[in-house]
């Protein structure tokens, strides 16, 4: 596609529920990125994919947290059992490979969870 | 571990005053990139500038124009004859060589008022 397409825009969802937010990178773009962007501050790095392997994950906050990219594009971005505290907007982003530095960020997903 | 400071939360000018957003950043990489980008209301990091820590030659692109100091590892961002239009939240981000992350400030609220 043209641009980095997220899933939904926003997601509201209860406390201890389950839920799968989807990036669509751009088409050939092998580098994936997940970060986090609560109320008022920077977005934190999450998770680095370098096409199907997720090359970093140390940014990703417990073990409540998953992400998959199986066959080396869309990507999903998974939490268990939320908690209030992971409200935040969550945002992807692709490059075309590794060491490039040519992100392009997608329009993110809102979490709410109440 | 890398580090970015914007140490301005929030500014407001009045339209057509000069503006400039501070950066300074934190490494122990001697080969690392710095990024400016833009949030809008609507949520998008909008990507403004690239620059590597070879090349502090500094860069004006319209309106806007960066300076880059190695030795005061400084990247601040410049906004001449400010419009309403540049209202939104400014981020500064650095990347280090191994491609896998960017790392952010907490951003500056920029408010040009008519």
């Known amino acids: 596609g043209a641009g980095v397409s997220q899933t939904p825009s926003n997601k509201v969802t209860e406390k201890g529920k389950y839920v799968e937010l989807r990036c669509d990178p751009i088409?050939?773009?092998?580098?994936l990125y997940w970060y986090r962007q609560s109320l008022g501050q920077g977005p934190e790095f999450l998770i680095y994919?370098?096409?199907?392997?997720?090359?970093?994950d140390s940014g990703l906050p417990n073990d409540r947290f998953f992400a998959v990219r199986p066959e080396g594009s869309v990507s999903t971005l998974k939490i268990q059992r939320t908690e209030r505290g992971d409200s935040a907007v969550y945002l992807c982003?692709?490059?075309?490979?590794?060491?490039?530095?040519?992100?392009?960020f997608g329009s993110g997903t809102r979490l709410t969870v109440v | 571990a890398q580090k970015v400071t914007q140490a301005q939360t929030e500014i407001s000018v009045v339209e057509k005053e000069d503006v400039t957003l501070d950066c300074v950043y934190e490494t122990r990489d001697t080969t690392y990139y710095l990024f400016w980008y833009k949030q809008p209301p609507s949520g998008e990091l909008v990507f403004l500038i690239r620059r590597n820590s070879f090349d502090e030659q500094n860069e004006i692109s319209g309106r806007y124009s960066w300076n880059f100091q190695k030795s005061t590892s400084s990247f601040n961002f410049t906004i001449t004859a400010s419009q309403v239009v540049d209202s939104a939240v400014y981020f500064c981000?650095?990347?280090?060589?191994?491609?896998?992350?960017?790392?952010f400030g907490e951003g500056t609220q920029l408010t040009v008022n008519p």
């Open positions: 982003a692709s490059s075309p490979r590794r060491g490039h530095y040519g992100y392009t």
């Open positions: 981000a650095l990347s280090e060589t191994s491609g896998s992350r960017l790392t």
């Open positions: 088409s050939g773009h092998t580098a």
């Open positions: 994919f370098q096409g199907t392997g997720a090359a970093d």
